[in-house]
């Protein structure tokens, strides 16, 4: 049974910083490629980040790019988000997501149709 498991969300103020976490298990991790979204109420799931299975590439939307950071420990079936330089419209739940590895294509893909399994998602709160 493939999981995904956020943590690291929480309350903070405009400016700080978090660092969220997303563990994999069920799954072999370095086959996929990871990436990260986030859902504000009214609002569709956004695309942030993504990491390829072996960390060679990243890319990030432009909303995030310059604040936010992916990165990814395959020893430890984990990937991160560092968020810097937090506002209050980054407020959101934020999940992480997995695309398995298909030779030939790009592992940069923004829709979320493209990724085979979800976690639950973790809560992001800036105040102003």
């Known amino acids: 049974q493939v999981q995904l498991v956020e943590s690291g969300g929480g309350l903070v103020q405009a400016g700080g910083s978090l660092r969220l976490s997303c563990k994999a298990s069920?799954?072999?991790?370095?086959?996929?490629?990871m990436g990260w979204f986030r859902q504000a109420p009214g609002k569709e799931r956004e695309f942030l980040a993504v990491i390829s299975w072996n960390g060679g590439t990243t890319y990030y939307a432009d909303s995030v790019k310059a604040r936010f950071t992916i990165s990814r420990d395959n020893a430890k079936n984990t990937v991160y988000l560092q968020m810097n330089s937090l506002k209050p419209e980054d407020t959101a739940v934020y999940y992480c997501?997995?695309?398995?590895?298909?030779?030939?294509?790009?592992?940069?893909?923004?829709?979320?149709?493209?990724?085979?399994?979800w976690g639950q998602g973790t809560q992001v709160t800036v105040s102003v």
């Open positions: 997501a997995a695309d398995f590895f298909r030779y030939g294509q790009s592992p940069v893909k923004q829709n979320t149709g493209a990724y085979d399994f």
């Open positions: 069920g799954l072999t991790f370095s086959a996929y490629h």
